[in-house]
């Protein structure tokens, strides 16, 4: 038996079974895992926490009523969480490199007669 790490085929192998869809999917739920849980903070911060800019009349200055950033940091936990699960879900359901797709559910790929 020949040692795979000696001849060199290990490191040339994932070259050789490069697929641009795993690298594009894994770019756009990175972006997401960034953009998606901060843009819920801020959202629900400003719309459904009542986090708005209002003046003070006696000093003239500009206060930034924060609203309830305890909500807004949940909403967001659960935004990434959602996020991280669509990830997994979608490479569970990718299967294997080398298997051509098949009408089969996860976990029933069986052996055809």
């Known amino acids: 038996m020949v040692n795979p790490v000696s001849t060199g085929k290990m490191a ?10 795993v690298l594009y999917k894994l770019i756009i739920f990175a972006v997401a895992m960034a953009v998606v849980p901060i843009g819920t903070y ?11 800019v209002r003046t003070n009349k006696d000093a003239n200055t500009a206060l930034f009523d924060t609203g309830n950033t305890i909500a807004s940091a949940i909403a967001a936990i659960v935004t990434a969480n959602l996020v ?10 990718e299967g294997p490199p080398g298997l051509p797709p098949s009408g089969k559910g996860v976990g029933e790929i069986k052996k055809d007669k």
Do not use: R
């Open 42 to 52: 801020y959202v629900v911060l400003s719309y459904f926490t009542k986090g708005i």
């Open 84 to 93: 991280l699960i669509a990830y997994i879900v979608v490479a569970w359901l």
């Open 12 to 21: 040339a192998g994932p070259v050789e079974n490069m697929q641009p869809a």
